[in-house]
């Protein structure tokens, strides 16, 4: 198979298995489901799939394929930086029918695209970045719709097998990673995003880093020992917001006596204690990690683990440079929620730092800033109009995270205050003069 054809055959499979899962996140709920808003934070559901099949047309049917456009009347309404989640249901949106006649007419115009393609020529198309960007696209809205579900009330619409449990956890509590430079980065993932690039070299002195992220019954034990009423704990913005928002545990929990309980996709079970701990915001995270006496990983220490290898270079990620698949992370929603730590030796990283793909987000310390010599690529809306604003990083994807976009470079971003995205934590802590 030539290199035209192996890229035309990863575009296609990647376009299928984004829009499958598409598929079900839309056809698992009614259309009254489909077209309301479950939260002020999210979008409905409608509108997730056409903007999908806009973003599809604008960049691979008008702009790769030079076709005449499809539905050039609905280009506003579906960009996200015209109207605000919280404003879009007030908006002329297409109705469940037509959204997914929609999106399937601009799809079989994209099959004949890709037939055409070349691959080369302008950057957009070299090694079919364009369909990259789009599958990739689809999957974060995929991810979205993901949490919207978890947002929505009701009876439980989505299926799939428990996450595996742990045969043991991790064998130490801690890693210890050397202290030098590393590339931080990548010049050479030929569908990484704008804000992943350039490859530069970061110095990160020695630091310790936990090999698992925080479980639920680690994070019990914060909330038994008064965590949420501890004012020292927490930063002057995380108090008031904890205040102003009356936060005593993760969002979800729900305390029934002296039992916690937690509502799952529309199911609600027990405290899975062995599980990283999920929805909860960079503040809590925060305000734990002072409690246990350390503190959140900076963005570059957490990509300096995940990449870490003893000949000195970066892998791609922490287990090598080898693709996902079941047995090293937990991608892609093929469950419905975390893994037990330890769930995923193969996983690994160099230094015996588990989990660092897939299971839950984790908070960085970090601020979402461009990296040094950054160039917005293909427009500025991607990122560069995100940096410097009120971000904190997350990194390394969630069980919500598809493979095509969970590589150790991938950067993501929210306002320090949000919940309802996958996320959770692990801390690190600087040396002591003895371990130096």
Avoid at 190 to 216: G, K, M, S
Avoid at 239 to 266: I, K, M, T
Wanted: aromatic share 10%.
């Amino acid at each position: 198979m030539s290199d035209i054809e192996l890229l035309r055959s990863r575009a296609e499979a990647e376009l299928v298995r984004a829009r499958a899962r598409t598929t079900l996140l839309t056809d698992s709920i009614d259309d009254a489901a489909l077209v309301a808003q479950h939260s002020p934070l999210m979008s409905p559901l409608v509108w997730d799939l056409a903007h999908i099949g806009n973003q599809e047309e604008l960049w691979l049917v008008r702009d790769v394929g030079g076709r005449e456009p499809l539905r050039s009347d609905i280009d506003s309404l579906y960009d996200a930086f015209q109207h605000p989640r919280a404003s879009r249901p007030a908006l002329p949106l297409l109705g469940p029918q037509e959204a997914r006649g929609y999106v399937g007419t601009v799809r079989d115009k994209v099959w004949d695209v890709l037939g055409r393609s070349s691959f080369g020529g302008r950057r957009l198309e070299e090694f079919g970045f364009a369909f990259g960007m789009i599958a990739q696209h689809e999957q974060q809205h995929d991810e979205t719709m993901l949490a919207t579900h978890q947002l929505r009330r009701g009876r439980p619409v989505l299926d799939a097998p428990a996450s595996p449990r742990a045969a043991r956890p991790p064998q130490a509590d801690e890693a210890i990673v050397p202290g030098g430079p590393f590339l931080m980065g990548t010049d050479t993932e030929p569908w990484a995003l704008d804000n992943e690039r350039p490859q530069h070299r970061v110095d990160v002195p020695a630091f310790a880093i936990e090999t698992a992220p925080v479980t639920n019954r680690r994070y019990l034990e914060f909330i038994a020992d008064g965590g949420y009423h501890r004012e020292e704990l927490w930063s002057t913005r995380g108090w008031a917001h904890r205040l102003a928002e009356g936060l005593v545990a993760p969002q979800f929990w729900e305390r029934d006596g002296d039992a916690w309980w937690r509502r799952r996709f529309g199911a609600l079970e027990p405290i899975a204690e062995a599980e990283p701990v999920v929805h909860v915001c960079w503040f809590e995270a925060q305000a734990f990690a002072r409690w246990a006496g350390k503190r959140l990983p900076t963005e570059a220490e957490w990509e300096k683990v995940a990449r870490y290898d003893p000949s000195g270079r970066s892998r791609r990620h922490p287990w090598g440079d080898e693709d996902p698949d079941v047995t090293r992370a937990n991608l892609g929603q093929r469950h419905l929620g975390p893994a037990e730590v330890g769930a995923y030796p193969d996983g690994a990283s160099a230094l015996g730092v588990h989990q660092m793909i897939g299971d839950v987000w984790e908070w960085c310390s970090s601020g979402f800033e461009p990296y040094p010599g950054f160039a917005a690529f293909p427009y500025r809306e991607y990122s560069e109009v995100f940096f410097g604003g009120d971000y904190r990083v997350l990194r390394g994807g969630s069980f919500g995270t598809d493979e095509v976009v969970a590589r150790s470079t991938f950067r993501n971003w929210d306002h320090p205050i949000r919940r309802q995205i996958f996320a959770g934590f692990r801390l690190a802590r600087d040396l002591t003069p003895d371990e130096i």
